[in-house]
Structure formats: structure tokens, C-alpha cells
């Protein structure tokens, strides 16, 4: 089956059919990027949800100052975009990058229109979606506003497994909100804790 | 007219009509809080979005260490809830209080499908709520993550004109992740630079 990974996020609730998805995203565009390629700059309208069927992707700001802040990764099986910009139809005032060669599917508003012709209960699965991405802000908050730095690492570790490796320490350190030093001080205690216990 | 400001919160986008909305709000159970009384504690399923027709309530945390983060404000005009308590039916984490004597509005699921019967638009205008809602946190994301003390504050002014003055200022130092000594450092600060101006 083509894109098994699109495929099994799509039907992962049991709710829509394999071929009703197979038919649908024969439609979409399938894009090769290479490492450090853009999907989406600053001042740009953007156009798609970008579903990672095979790579890493990273959506980060730059503030008034120059500094990079990485709002969220997104490894294989995963979809990134910046849902304002798309739905208010709005210029991004953040960046969609490849931190290794991927193979994204871009899914347009067509895309989601005919899954929600083809699909009648999709209004409460993307619902559902919506839900989901709010809990996932909120806990990113509250962990922002409360949690120690090894905490907000191991809450990291947590949502990300499959990435603590493939991406540079100083990115990890931008998405928790601590300098690469705390970050390298933290890995070395948890490294110490886990040999003495 | 009863309860003109969540009259005026459901009409704003001239998609649903006042007669409508009164016999849907007529079923509401209409909630007198006193200051300091709780709507929501921690453990306890949220039922509700609390609509707040007068007065003023807020949603926060107690983190491991027994302190107080808060997460929103709720004055006249705004809605409230742990949205991933109600719609996943779980325990809360949060707390809602009110901070002043308050009139809420609570609004149910029984009171959002029958806005749904009713009106047929609602599943967009549903949306667009959940899309602002998302867009609102992110940009506090941003904010926590890259903004120096003083943009934090300014743009809580920005959003929250109607209250600086009704909140004791640890709140707003809390909401905004700095101590209390910066919040009362960087409101000279601004005096200061508005007087020399």
C-alpha cells in the first residue's frame, strides 16, 4: 500500500475505510524535501497540513531579536502546520523546515473537504483532532509555567521518543525553554541517577 | 433582555438570531458565585463551559510544589472550561474561581447540541471557536517562550484591557511566568518611559 503511514493515521480510529483513504490521497501531492528545505517561510499564506509519512520536520519562530524558537517537531507518522495561517487564511509568522530528507503529503482544504463528503462522521473526528491539539497546547503550558527544567525534558522524551537522537541538543533546548547549558547539565544527572539507582 | 452578554457573545457573528439563542438560554441554569467561590477543583469532571455574564473568574494549577499557576482569566463576556475535561470526560487538573462576586451562565452538552439542531452553521461556527481558541494559545506559547518580561506584560494588557486593575498583582506575575518583583519592576519601568515621553 502506498504511503503506510498516512494510511494508518487516517484509519486509526476504525472509522473511515482503507479504501476510501486510498482513493483520496492518490489525489494529493507527494513532495520529496531534502535536510534544511523550507515548506513554509515567515509572511507566507500556508496552503497544507504537512503529513511526515517518511522524515523529520520542525515549525519555529524567530523573535524580534533573531532567536530561533522551535514551537513543535514533527518525525514520520506525524502532521505539522501552521492552523491558523490555514484557517483564517493569514500570512505564518513561523517557518516549516526538514531536519533530515523527508516525504511529506500535502493535504489541501480539498483533501479534508472530500473526506468530509466521503466520511460523515469526520465532523466528530476532526473534532476529536481539535481536542487533542488543544490538550496538547495547554499541557505545553502548564509545563512552560510550572514545570522544572528535567521535568520539561522528560515530558520530551515522553511525547518524542523517536527523535531525542536525531536532533541537535540547542533545538531541544529552544522547544523547552532553557538554555543548551541546563539541557546538558540535566542529561548528565539523569545519566548519573539512572547508574546509581 | 436576559443575559445580554452571552446574548451579545452567541449573535456577534450575526449567524444565529436572539429568539434562538433566548430559548436556549432560558433552559440554562443561571449560577450565583461569591468571590472566592469554586466552580471546578482539581479531580472533579468539568461539566460545564461557564459563561461569565458578570463578575470575574479564573482557571490555575497547583504544581508538585503546592504553587499556583494560572492559566486564564474569565471576565464579563468570556467562557471558561477545561475543555479536555469535558469533551474526554476526565478528571480535571485545573481549578475555576471566581475573584470577584459573579454571575455564570452554565452552558452544557444538552445546551450545545441543541444549538447545533437549531442552527446548522454551528459545526463551522464550533470550529472557528476552536481555531481561535488554538491561536490563542499558541501565541502564548510564543509569548512564554521568547518574549522579555514587558512584551509578556504588555500583551496581557492588550488582551486583557477590562481587568489589570481587578487582579492582585501576583496573579498577573503568575499568569504571566515572572515573579511578582519583576511584574512591579517592569509597571515603573513603563510608567517611567510614558512620563519621559
Not at 494508518?8 to 535536510?35: G, H, M, P, Y
Not at 523527508?102 to 468530509?116: G, P, R, Y
Not at 466528530?124 to 502548564?142: E, M, P, T
Amino acid at each position: 500500500m502506498a504511503h503506510p503511514n498516512l494510511t494508518a493515521f487516517l484509519t486509526s480510529s476504525n472509522e473511515i475505510d482503507k479504501q476510501t483513504i486510498a482513493s483520496l490521497i492518490e489525489r494529493c501531492t507527494v513532495k520529496k524535501v531534502k535536510k534544511d528545505e523550507f515548506l513554509l517561510r515567515e509572511n507566507e499564506n500556508c496552503k497544507y497540513s504537512f503529513f511526515v509519512e517518511d522524515g523529520l520536520l520542525r515549525e519555529y519562530s524567530i523573535d524580534k531579536k533573531g532567536k530561533e524558537h522551535i514551537l513543535s517537531f514533527a518525525p514520520e507518522g506525524w502532521i505539522v502546520t501552521d492552523r491558523e495561517s490555514v484557517y483564517f487564511n493569514q500570512p505564518s509568522a513561523n517557518y516549516i523546515q526538514a531536519l533530515e530528507n523527508s516525504t511529506v503529503i500535502l493535504l489541501d482544504e480539498q483533501f479534508f473537504a472530500s473526506l468530509a463528503k466521503k466520511v460523515p462522521r469526520f465532523v466528530d473526528i476532526n473534532n476529536r483532532l481539535l481536542h487533542n491539539h488543544i490538550r496538547h497546547l495547554k499541557k505545553r503550558i502548564k509545563l512552560l509555567l510550572s514545570a522544572a527544567a528535567e521535568d520539561r525534558y522528560l515530558a520530551f522524551i515522553n511525547m518524542y521518543p523517536a527523535i531525542v537522537n536525531r536532533v541537535p541538543q540547542t533545538m531541544i533546548a529552544s522547544y523547552l525553554g532553557i538554555t543548551p547549558e541546563s539541557l546538558s547539565r540535566i542529561r548528565k544527572e539523569l545519566v548519573n541517577k539512572k547508574f546509581n539507582s
